[in-house]
């Protein structure tokens, strides 16, 4: 018999596995929360889950991609530092899409199924005060993804302050995400292709799921991005391979604080880290470093961080970025251990980071130039620089941020942002397992606190081994296993730590 403090799954989550969950009550709520922002007709997910044919189907797609934390697709780490609006599911939930897809994964009764989320071509934020319409573009994307930057001039007599900017694209399906960026520098070509974005200063993004980019607002608190008189706003836009020929026409809805309003304070946005100096040579993984202020400065001020934007190509593998105080005290803003060119964007921390005067900011990034590299736009791997194009790379770390004020580090984002968000606290962490490929037995490398229980799941998301009181470097034996792909999954104290393996 098991003891209790053997047991894998905490009680909450085996209350679940205990009530044998249904579809219709227990995982439609599930996907309409985390999933079907995407994987809806028309999303920019490859097939929808609105319904229960369409979750059955791909019942062990869903349970395998959830369990490893790659979807939803939430790069950054939040074992380092906090966000508001993370796109993580709970162990509650995981364990939930587990049972369900174990036991056959059953409807329920269809009259419980709740409300399926109603997805139109409509805005987030109603009233806008100015729209920019970018014009109808036909895609060119036909074996690369086509970017293209569209620039629009504005004509405000006066500056204004930014309160929200909601990016609503024209054909969902195949925009993959778009940047907007206010430009100074005079007037540019109307449409640029192979676009990477351009000098001016990066105000707002959009990716499938996202929220609109708004700025805190509430109450005493008015923050908000200056619009220069006269400046144009050029929007970079990503459209997928494959979709050439499909026709887009995405709309920039803006939302101003009243002309003379007081008090507003500027929130700026700079890649304020950033290494142009990158020569990666075939078969190398080589890191850089960033630094600011240069040479070895500190900051003067004191300054209230209120996002973070890191940004590579298809090289990037790992960036991290974060700040040391005068009392040698390490603020951390970002870690993304696998980048992900295809999801990139704006974190907002869930509490505003204070960076005190007299620190110093830091970034890191490796890059992947070697075949291994799924992603390496060149085969055999070829000498890369920096440089705009998709296929050159970029080390660059955007913030947005202003002059701190006493007070702001116990500003909660997601209260002044005005966007509902539950806060899971469930990690995704690596577990390390050795030999991989392996023959007969697998072993534990991570060091637990206490015995643990371990379960290994086949490529249909199914458990086919479960077992009992292991400890961190025990051996488990996997001979009886079928040659093929496996997970192997643990959870510790609310985190899941679990690893793709394969069995000779």
């Keep these: 018999m098991k003891k209790i403090t053997l047991i894998l799954f905490t009680l909450s989550s085996f209350s679940v596995f205990s009530q044998n969950p249904n579809y219709a009550e227990d995982v439609a709520e599930i996907l309409y929360q985390n999933c079907t922002s995407c994987h809806h007709n028309g999303g920019i997910a490859p097939f929808p889950l609105m319904n229960y044919s369409e979750a059955n189907s791909w019942g062990p797609q869903i349970v395998l991609e959830t369990i490893t934390g790659d979807m939803p697709p939430w790069p950054v780490d939040s074992t380092y530092q906090r966000y508001s609006h993370e796109r993580i599911l709970s162990l509650a939930d995981i364990t939930t899409l587990i049972d369900w897809n174990n036991d056959g994964r059953p409807q329920g009764d269809p009259n419980l199924t709740p409300t399926a989320p109603t997805y139109v071509a409509g805005a987030t934020l109603p009233n806008p005060d100015h729209t920019i319409a970018l014009p109808q573009y036909s895609s060119n994307a036909t074996i690369e993804d086509d970017y293209v930057c569209f620039s629009v001039q504005t004509s405000f007599a006066t500056d204004r302050f930014i309160k929200a900017i909601e990016v609503l694209p024209g054909n969902p399906a195949i925009v993959h995400h778009a940047l907007v960026f206010i430009d100074t520098s005079g007037i540019g070509a109307p449409i640029t292709t192979d676009c990477m974005g351009v000098d001016g200063k990066l105000v707002a993004g959009y990716t499938p799921g996202s929220t609109p980019a708004i700025f805190p607002n509430g109450g005493n608190v008015k923050m908000g991005v200056r619009l220069p008189a006269g400046a144009n706003i050029v929007v970079q836009m990503h459209y997928p391979e494959g979709s050439a020929g499909m026709i887009d026409s995405t709309k920039v809805n803006f939302f101003f604080y009243p002309t003379g309003t007081t008090g507003v304070r500027e929130v700026y946005t700079d890649p304020i880290l950033s290494n142009w100096n990158l020569w990666i040579p075939p078969n190398t993984t080589p890191t850089f470093n960033a630094s600011y202020p240069p040479n070895n400065g500190v900051l003067p001020y004191d300054f209230s961080i209120l996002s973070v934007f890191p940004h590579m190509h298809l090289l990037g593998e ?25 999801w990139q964007g704006f974190y907002n921390f869930r509490n505003i980071l204070k960076v005190p005067a007299g620190s110093r900011m830091y970034g890191t990034a490796k890059f992947n130039n070697t075949s291994g590299n799924p992603h390496n736009p060149n085969n055999p791997p070829a000498l890369v620089t920096a440089g705009e194009s998709t296929t050159d790379e970029m080390f660059l770390i955007y913030f947005q941020y202003l002059l701190y004020q006493q007070g702001d580090e116990s500003l909660n984002i997601d209260s002044l942002l005005n966007v509902g968000t539950s806060i899971n606290e469930t990690q995704f962490l690596a577990l390390e397992i050795y030999p991989n490929p392996s023959n007969d037995y697998i072993s534990i490398q991570n060091n637990f606190e206490r015995e643990f229980d371990i379960s290994i799941l086949d490529i249909q998301g199914k458990i086919v081994k479960k077992e009992s009181g ?15 792909k496996y997970i192997c999954y643990i959870t510790s104290k609310g985190n899941i730590y679990s690893s793709k393996f394969i069995k000779n």
């Design 318 to 342: 790992e960036i991290t970025s974060y700040a040391v105080s005068p009392t040698n005290d390490t603020i951390p803003f970002e870690r993304i251990k696998h980048w992900d060119f295809e």
């Design 470 to 484: 292991i400890k961190s470097t025990q051996m488990v034996s996997i001979a009886t296993l079928k040659a093929g």
